[in-house]
């Protein structure tokens, strides 16, 4: 049973395994290899069988920061460290909305991959096409190789959108054609004035053809232009093993158990109630989720957690990943961090308030008269702890990155520690953007503390 389920996982994460009863009773040794993203090493490891597993509070935190690469932040290098984020999470959210100081999917990264630039995660998708832009929880970015193991959502999309009878499909004949002729194109490529009803409001009905080819996989997106999407023919894009491999999953059971184990994968932690970390799993309402969980537990791919001072909640973590609870109680320097608002850290926020005591709300869609804090705020992360929030501003022209606000936690006192890895982390955070000039924003210049760490970041 073990082997199946494995087997049926996706082969980014696991290329072999060997499975060996312990010695000790209720235990598992696996070997795990992992050569393309180096998520584990080629050595044996002890898991646990289905008995709940006993955390701290702390224990809790250090756990989800090290599976996030964020203990400490920043400390993957290149097209192999960001290989390695999405070797273990599966997937970073994608969002269209684009502040100056770059779109989630590149602050996702810059916490993270030390000297990031937003050229590499261009690279990797529209250049060597090792990631692809897809549907997951919603619009993510994942690994190519994993664009089989979604066929199920694909169908779905056709049987709801794919039809004849449906506007967009009317036009799908003249895109194909254009397409095939011209190479990739954008909506604006087209010249076609109908309009349409679409999910968000009216639109070219050229677009909604577009994205309706999209999400049932006829088309990829072969490059964007800030938010503008250049599309092309799947069969352009995608490797022939790839775009021609069977759906992986006999049944919807063995789908849903890969999904909800993947999403486990993304979170770290996972509770089982319903939430937003749930979405994008086809089929799969609570009682198939419940069910699914239940499957994966007994097969000892999913361990139950429970953290003792949140009593009454039980939560799931793969049991590949608890490798890290043998690092939680090394030393790691504190280091900060500016995360993005959809940070998969983020994705279950009642989580991140049990354990972190962080209430956090990303305002975008607010208006803003009744916004607590900012439009396009960034959580601060500093050790194990979140202790601000950053509304940062950046002049591509002038190439002048501002601290337009900040909002310290109310049990924050910044110590010397804290301001120098603050520091470090705004030096980091200019270089990411390429800034030339780092400077306080009007509303935080009596912020003594605030000025020193910026001054600091000037002077590294």
Known sequence: ?????????????????????????????????DT??????????????????TLSIQQARRFLLKHHFLYPARQLTGTDGVMQIFGRLGAIQFDPVEPSFGRNAELVLQSRVAGYRPTLLEGLLYQERRLWDGFDKVMCIYPTQDWPNFARRRALMRVHYGGEEHRPM?????????????????????DHDGRADWFWGETRLVR????????????GIHHRVNTRRIFDLSENLLPEAVLNAEDPFASDEAYQDWH???????????????????????????????AALKRLTEAVLVVPVEVTEIPRQTFYARAADLVHIDEMDSYSPTEAAFLAPLDNLLWDRKL???IFGFDYIWEVYKPAAIRQYGYYVLPVLCGERFVARFEPKFDKKSRRLTVQNWWWEAD????????????????????????????????????????????AAKSR
């Open 352 to 354: 991140i308030q049990w």
């Open 412 to 455: 924050v006192t910044p110590d010397q520690g804290m301001q120098a890895a603050l520091a470090r982390a705004l030096k980091d955070f200019g270089t990411y953007l390429n800034a030339d000039e780092i400077a306080p924003g009007a509303a935080i210049e009596n912020d003594r503390s605030l000025i020193t760490v910026i001054e």
């Open 260 to 290: 909800v184990l993947r999403r486990i994968g993304g979170l770290g932690l996972a509770q089982a109630g319903s939430g937003e970390h749930w979405l994008g799993i086809v089929g799969a309402k609570s009682p198939q989720r419940q």
């Open 208 to 219: 909604a053809t577009l994205e309706t080819l999209f999400s049932i996989g006829e088309l």
């Open 170 to 190: 009317q036009l799908a004949e003249m895109v194909r054609d254009e397409l095939q002729a011209r190479g990739p194109l954008s909506s604006i490529d087209f």
């Open 36 to 53: 393309k993203y180096g998520g584990l090493d080629a050595s044996e490891h002890t898991f646990y069988n289905s008995a709940m597993i």
């Open 1 to 33: 049973q073990l082997t199946r389920y494995i087997q049926g996982m996706s082969e980014q994460f696991y290329h072999a395994f060997r499975a060996k009863e312990s010695g000790a009773e209720g235990c598992l040794h696996i070997m795990c290899y």
